[in-house]
């Protein structure tokens, strides 16, 4: 069974958040959407400063989202989280969240379908047959890909 995009978006947010259960997307998915809009604003290409990050977004989200996106390997740095810039994966998820409205992505993650089979990185569940071992999910925003070129946003910028 191949997963749409937005299939796989929801299973990459269950898999870095997913305990908001409905109650926190709401949040969570806003301030994620802005923090990846706010890269590559200016001259840093798909970069950010923290202080940028840090008066658009507040000082605890900032610093929240750049340590839950560094373990998550959307973004990397040199020597300091400081200043990074985002990962292949990490362009090919702002690209996806860019297309979108974040009211959008709050229901993409919250539709309940208890027939829906999640998959992790290291647990395929759509295989031809459901989960099969050793299976690895073809999700864009946990595989090593080549990053296709960047689509225009639908003008819809981080705050």
């Known amino acids: 069974m191949m997963k749409t995009q ?6 990459w ?3 870095v958040f997913g305990y908001g259960y409905g109650s926190g997307e709401p949040y969570v998915i806003p301030a994620l959407r802005n ?18 990050l840090q008066k658009r977004l507040g000082e605890t989200v900032a610093w929240l989202l750049i340590n839950a996106l560094c373990k998550a390997d959307i973004i990397e ?10 990962t292949p994966k990490g362009v090919r998820l702002k ?29 395929c569940n759509c295989g031809e047959h459901g989960y099969e071992k050793g299976r690895v999910c073809n999700n864009p925003f ?6 296709p070129p960047e689509q225009p946003s639908n003008g819809e910028e981080g705050e």
Request: glycine content about 10%; some cysteine; charged content about 20%.
């Open 6 to 11: 937005e299939e796989y978006f929801r299973d």
């Open 13 to 15: 947010e269950s898999h």
């Open 35 to 52: 923090f990846l809009m706010l890269c590559g604003k200016g001259s840093y290409g798909h970069g950010y400063d923290y202080t940028d």
């Open 77 to 86: 740095y040199g020597t300091s989280p400081r200043f990074g810039w985002l």
């Open 95 to 123: 690209q996806f969240v860019a297309s979108h409205l974040a009211d959008d992505l709050v229901g993409i993650v919250c539709n309940h379908d208890d027939n829906y089979a999640h998959c992790y990185p290291t647990a």
């Open 142 to 147: 946990w595989l090593d890909i080549p990053t």
